[in-house]
């Protein structure tokens, strides 16, 4: 008998014993949750910390009332912007904005918005928009324009007046087309003419009024610049459907040169 003949039993191979990874993933998304969370709540908080910052500077700088709504947003990431010393966009907002005669709802965009004040910030733009009775308030600042009786009707700025012939007075209307002036000034220049409810041309109604027709043939400039710090450029001037809508460059200088905050002048 063999030494196998004897053996009451064959050996028999153990089970490789499983190891549970379930309790291990269980544990890794808890970390990355906890993490996530500390990350998201430090970015809440730097976020803030920004914006409410940007908003006290800005109602100060230009001398809005403290109650004053402004909206600031920042896109992307706050803290990586941070780390490497510049915003890289910084949009401000707010409604009714008023800068002497001049008010309507602003909006305006800087670049490349550096976190230390030493340095200049990248350009930027700003747009205005004024209704019916902000443009009004505005025209009341020019010498002999019918501001009380300005509209808007797009792509113009609509006016009427009265122009006398022979002792009756004829009512006229006129269409102004806005645009931005070489010299930091809002332009209108009379795009079409009624008479009586009848359609006009310039040499028209030149011809049937004479030297009267020149208070509604000529173009009316409306200073800007000197409501507006001296870093904004005035570039372009529409109607967009009740609005005037004014469009200026930003030189990004304005954040560490006083003299580009003060008011402008038109030429």
Not at 212 to 225: E, M, P, Q, S
Request: some cysteine; charged content about 15%.
């Amino acid at each position: 008998m063999t030494d196998a003949d004897t053996l009451p039993f064959e050996p028999t191979e153990q089970p490789k014993r499983r190891r549970r990874l379930w309790p291990w993933m269980v544990t890794l998304v808890i970390v990355l949750v906890l993490v996530g969370s500390a990350a998201f709540g430090a970015e809440w908080l730097a976020r803030g910390a920004v914006t409410g910052g940007i908003r006290t500077l800005v109602v100060s700088q230009a001398g809005l009332p403290a109650d004053q709504p402004v909206d600031v947003e920042v896109p992307g990431l706050v803290i990586p912007q941070l780390i490497s010393g510049t915003l890289d966009e910084v949009t401000i907002a707010s409604e009714d904005v008023t800068f002497g005669e001049l008010s309507g709802d602003v909006r305006v965009t800087i670049t490349d918005m550096p976190i230390r004040a030493d340095a200049a910030a990248g350009p930027g733009t700003a747009t205005v928009r004024l209704d019916q009775t902000q443009l009004r308030a505005l025209l009341s600042t020019v010498d002999g324009f019918p501001a009380d009786a300005a509209g808007i009707a797009a792509p113009d700025v609509t006016v009427s007046t009265e122009l006398s012939l022979f002792g009756v007075g004829i009512p006229v209307g006129i269409a102004l087309l806005p645009a931005a002036g070489s010299a930091g000034d809002l332009t209108l220049t009379p795009s079409s003419f009624s008479a009586g409810g009848v359609e006009l041309t310039a040499d028209a109604l030149r011809q049937q009024f004479g030297g009267l027709a020149d208070t509604v043939l000529r173009t009316w400039d409306v200073c800007i610049a000197q409501y507006l710090p001296s870093a904004l450029t005035l570039t372009s001037v529409s109607v967009d459907g009740a609005e005037v809508v004014a469009d200026f460059d930003i030189d990004g200088a304005v954040v560490v040169d006083p003299l580009l905050r003060q008011n402008g002048t038109c030429g």
